[in-house]
């Protein structure tokens, strides 16, 4: 199957400035030293002093990141979020919708796999199911995104029934797509289980 992106149509990231990137690298180790005592302890016994502690920081920066321990598992990093509405404006005008929301997942896919926990976070979320509420709140928070981008699009509000449906879709899509990764040979790509996924929605959910 094609990849969602190519050289061609994925716009150049954004540089980041010095204080972007100190940022993100905190933030990367908060969540390298959570994901590594998750997996090591288990998530429920281990704490965010515990986390603090290992990455040497105090529990006041770790709250600058994150609201709960559990949120150093969502993929999607808050600038990932923000950047979502303007990736689904500036995709070509003659893109199809379906097609839209389809390459902006996969840019976002991109961008969580760039991560060094990526692997390690799906698997401490393979492990303790009960986790994944916190990163359901992320979807939640992507696919609010997502409506945003399209509504703007299209012109329409952004709780316009057709833009909130398509970005449930979108987001499900990608959901499922991880959660079949998740059961797959550990050399599977993910992108193929979100190809399979909007290529079967393209089709009108018929049957394979």
């Known amino acids: ?13 954004a540089p980041e400035g010095l204080r972007e990137r ?4 905190t933030r990367q180790a908060l969540q390298q030293a959570a994901v590594r005592l998750f997996r090591e ?30 949120e150093v598992l969502v993929p999607w990093d808050p600038q990932t979020i923000a950047g979502t509405p303007q990736r689904v404006v500036d995709r070509p ?15 976002a896919i991109d961008t969580a796999m760039a991560a060094p926990t990526w692997r390690d ?16 709140l992320a979807s939640r928070d992507l696919e609010l995104a997502l409506a945003d981008g399209l509504s703007r699009r299209v012109g329409e509000a952004q709780d ?27 050399e599977a790509d993910l992108h193929d289980h979100l190809d399979a996924g909007f290529a079967r929605l393209a089709r009108g959910f018929a049957a394979d």
């Open 1 to 13: 199957m094609p990849r969602t992106t190519t050289p061609d149509d994925a716009p150049p990231p």
């Open 22 to 25: 100190k940022k993100r690298a």
């Open 41 to 70: 302890h288990g998530a429920i016994s281990v704490t965010v002093e515990d986390i603090c502690a290992a990455a040497e920081v105090s529990p006041r920066t770790f709250f600058n990141y994150f609201a709960a321990k559990e």
């Open 93 to 107: 005008s003659a893109e199809p919708l379906l097609r839209v929301v389809h390459v902006v997942l996969g840019e």
């Open 121 to 136: 976070q799906a698997l401490v979320l393979r492990d303790h199911p009960e986790l994944v509420s916190r990163v359901a």
């Open 160 to 186: 316009d029934a057709y833009v909130r449906l398509l970005a449930a879709t979108a987001v499900t899509a990608l959901r499922v797509a991880i959660q079949c990764w998740h059961r797959a040979d550990q």
